[in-house]
């Protein structure tokens, strides 16, 4: 079982939807990632969360400890926000802080 | 802003070559990462570097796998007989600090092996 899920796998919105993309872990950890991949493959981090709510523009990013729950919202959606959105976390056990990644959720924002 | 400069961009490769992966990370980053993500599935770590020594490392990074940082600014990863399925994007990623592992990310190497 993967320490690291995410819900939907894909998702398809209109131009203007609010989004909501959830993320489940099942281990400690110290924070956890949300980050973007375009097509052409790169990855950029969004957001880094240890507790409570960060926004950054049109985007929204929640986490809750005790339930092991983090949201990532994109309010106004748009068709520039067509990507693969990963969460990722950094387990609180060992000394190295490597992340661990979910399996991603595709948005596709059509117009 | 900085970044984290990988190179090349795509490399293409005949199995049993082997290939060096290339990575410039922020000058004034600690610890250095890389990961690779096989087409259609999620981002895997591979190993972690600090203090110019392996600080954790994966059941992927076995034998034929070695990283270097060989002048204090480039970190490399060698492969050193490729094999069909080492055909992924790899990832350098470098970050300060430890606790939280924010990371910033290179955009990437695909390595195809034929």
């Known amino acids: 079982k993967n320490e690291v899920e995410q819900s939907p796998q894909n998702l398809t919105a209109q131009e203007g939807e609010f989004i909501t993309i959830n993320c489940s872990y099942s281990v400690g950890i110290s924070a956890l990632h949300w980050l973007q991949q375009h097509p052409g493959g790169g990855i950029v981090s969004l957001f880094m969360l240890s507790s409570g709510k960060k926004k950054h523009g049109r985007l929204i990013a929640t986490i809750n400890i005790q339930e092991k729950h983090s949201s990532l919202h994109i309010t106004a959606s748009h068709p520039r926000d067509s990507a693969v959105y990963i969460c990722a976390v950094r387990k609180n056990t060992g000394t190295a802080s490597k992340l661990t990644f979910g399996t991603g959720t595709r948005l596709q924002v059509t117009l | 802003e900085p970044e984290v400069t990988q190179t090349p961009s795509h490399q293409v490769t005949q199995m049993g070559q082997e290939v060096i992966l290339r990575c410039v990370p922020i000058s004034n980053h600690l610890y250095f990462y890389w990961y690779r993500q096989i087409l259609g599935q999620k981002v895997e770590f591979l190993v972690s570097f600090y203090n110019n020594e392996i600080s954790e490392k994966s059941e992927i990074f076995d034998d034929q796998f070695s990283v270097e940082r060989p002048d204090g600014s480039n970190f490399t990863l060698k492969i050193r007989s490729t094999k069909l399925e080492d055909s992924a994007m790899y990832f350098c990623?470098?970050?300060?600090?430890?606790?939280?592992?924010?990371?910033?990310f290179g955009s990437g190497t695909r390595l195809t092996v034929v």
């Open positions: 990623a470098s970050s300060v600090l430890s606790t939280t592992g924010a990371h910033t």
